[in-house]
Every structure is written in structure tokens, then in C-alpha cells.
Nanobody, 120 residues
Framework: VQLQASGGGVVRSGGSLRLSCTAS????????MGWYRQAPGKQRELVAT???????VVSEAVKGRFSISRDDARFAVYLQMNSLQPDDTAVYLC???????????????WGQGTLVTVSS
């Protein structure tokens, strides 16, 4: 099971981006999914998570600007980012919890990350 993130890029302050992350392989179900980010010289931090029933948690730093959603038919999670600011510059990583791949069950899987750069 692999997670592939995409959608990062360079955007001006105030702009928008939509990140996507899709899980591939033989998958029966995925529990919580989420996005984290890591800026240069800083620790990894939670951005947003979403449960299998659609309950979301969004960090205070991005509340009101970012939203998370998922498509269970595609085993995908999305992050809509609006009103981007230079402080949002980071590598964004997707995460999947309790991945049921039939014979194998993974407590957690991480994507490779996608870089978001916001210029002032």
C-alpha cells in the first residue's frame, strides 16, 4: 500500500491550492486520514484529519482557510487551501490510519509529501 500526494506548487500570498492523496494497492478500508506539514527547521505539525464517518479536525493555524475531505471510493483525501500565507510554506504529507489490505493490516502509512511554497 502506497500513498501518493500531489497538487503542491508555488503560489502567491492569498492564492489557493488543492492537494490530493490517493492510496494504491489492494485496500479494503482506511480509518482516519489526514494532512501534516513540515516547514524547514520546524517539527512536523498536524494540519487536518478526517475520520471514516467524516468528522474533521482542523488546526487553529489554518482554521477557516483550509478544509479536508475524502473519497472512500477512491481511497483518497484532499486538502483545499485558500488564502495561503507565506507561513504555510512547507512539505505537506498525507497520512492514513488503520489500512486494511486484506492479508496485511497497516496501523499507519505516510505519503512522500508535496511541497507548497507561498510567496509574499
Amino acid at each position: 500500500v502506497q500513498l501518493q500526494a500531489s497538487g503542491g506548487g508555488v503560489v502567491r500570498s492569498g492564492g489557493s491550492l488543492r492537494l490530493s492523496c490517493t492510496a494504491s494497492g489492494t485496500i479494503f478500508s482506511i480509518g482516519d486520514m489526514g494532512w501534516y506539514r513540515q516547514a524547514p527547521g520546524k517539527q512536523r505539525e498536524l494540519v487536518a484529519t478526517i475520520t471514516g464517518s467524516g468528522v474533521t479536525v482542523v488546526s487553529e493555524a489554518v482554521k477557516g482557510r483550509f478544509s479536508i475531505s475524502r473519497d472512500d471510493a477512491r481511497f483518497a483525501v484532499y486538502l483545499q487551501m485558500n488564502s495561503l500565507q507565506p507561513d504555510d510554506t512547507a512539505v505537506y504529507l498525507c497520512n492514513a490510519q488503520r489500512v486494511d489490505a486484506g492479508r496485511y493490516k497497516f496501523p499507519e502509512r505516510w505519503g512522500q509529501g508535496t511541497l507548497v511554497t507561498v510567496s509574499s
